[in-house]
T-cell receptor
């Protein structure tokens, strides 16, 4: 079975540009998570969805970040406008949560998108 | 205090050695615990869940100490391929998974 698929794998952009990261979760999973990883802050949860509905976006750093999940097989994380401090690796993860347990189940990660904002 | 704390290491050990990592957590109500492994420039992957009674998977043993609020990972007979960053994961406040910053292990021949 295919795992979590993220695209692009690498993105280099200039400050002020819009960046869109994409994620396809594992088929049958009902929870999806977006993380950001940096050397300084480690792995941080940005937002997660249960059954395509955003449940907790308290980790989203500011209004420049937005995430959508229009259907069970696709999600996007958008940064507009991007800034150099947004440079990081962005991971998407998915899990299957019974009874809407969401975050308490094993999460499977995509390979990540390495973002560099110049 | 951070929700999950780990010694960043690095732990430099020879092949065949036994090495142990600890991880402390602050949420006494946490019910789920995991160890993930992350190779350089790769995504985190589940190594093992941590059960109340402790559990073993080959050369790897995980333990939970609720009274002292820490979990541990023991690796016996270390292999070169065990070199990686080991992430402690705990259910944090708000019922979300919280990842520790990771412990770097380097196994040398």
């Amino acid at each position: 079975d295919a795992g979590v698929i993220q695209s692009p794998r690498h993105e280099v952009t200039e400050m002020g540009q819009e960046v869109t990261l994409r994620c396809k979760p594992i088929s049958g999973h009902n929870s999806l998570f977006w993380y950001r990883q940096t050397m300084m802050r480690g792995l941080e949860l940005l937002i997660y969805f249960n059954n395509n509905v955003p449940i907790d976006d308290s980790g989203m750093p500011e209004d420049r970040f937005s995430a959508k999940m229009p259907n069970a097989s696709f999600s996007t994380l958008k940064i507009q406008p991007s800034e150099p401090r947004d440079s990081a690796v962005y991971f998407c993860a998915s899990s299957f949560a019974q009874g809407g347990g969401g975050t308490t189940n094993i999460q499977y990660f995509g390979a990540g998108t390495r973002l560099s904002v110049l | 205090r951070k929700e999950v704390e780990q010694d960043p290491g690095p732990f430099n050990v020879p092949e065949g050695a036994t090495v142990a990592f600890n991880c402390t957590y602050s949420n006494s109500a946490s019910q789920s615990f995991f160890w993930y492994r992350q190779d350089c420039r790769k995504e985190p992957k589940l190594l093992m869940s941590v059960y109340s009674s402790g559990n073993e998977d080959g050369r790897f043993t995980a333990q939970l100490n609720r009274a002292s609020q820490y979990i541990s990972l023991l690796i016996r007979d270390s292999k070169l391929s065990d070199s990686a960053t080991y992430l402690c994961v705990v259910i944090g406040y708000g019922n979300k998974l919280v990842f520790g910053a990771g412990t770097i292990l380097r196994v040398k021949s």
